[in-house]
């Protein structure tokens, strides 16, 4: 009887010592990863980026996104997008080219 309750301490022990451990490595994960994107987001806050319609570059934080293109304004933005939408019509009256 006292061989059995002391391997139940045993593995109480080794199952709370398993759960801290598993906090703590959790908590050190999540340091790490707060720490990386706080790197990503100071390099990337300062990046250029290229007017799809001007081919000027404009940094990141000023620039504007559409369809996956960067614009330095929302004029260049609309006047891509008018002539993107023209080119869609023209192709729509073609047959596909595979
Ligand atoms: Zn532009």
């Known amino acids: 009887m006292n061989l059995l ?4 301490i045993i593995f109480a022990v080794l ?3 398993g759960l801290k451990l598993y ?5 050190w994960k999540l340091e790490r990863e707060e ?3 706080d790197d990503r987001e100071g390099a990337g806050g300062n990046q250029m980026v290229r007017c799809a319609w001007c081919q000027v570059h404009v940094p990141e934080s000023e620039a504007q996104r559409e369809r996956g293109q960067w614009f330095c304004s929302s004029a260049h933005r609309d006047r891509y997008l008018q002539e993107q939408q023209e080119q ?3 192709d ?7």
């Open 5 to 8: 309750i002391i391997r139940l």
């Open 15 to 17: 199952f709370l010592a």
């Open 23 to 27: 906090r703590i490595y959790r908590e």
């Open 35 to 37: 720490l990386l994107e």
């Open 88 to 90: 869609e019509d023209r």
């Open 92 to 98: 729509g009256d073609d047959e596909p080219h595979s």
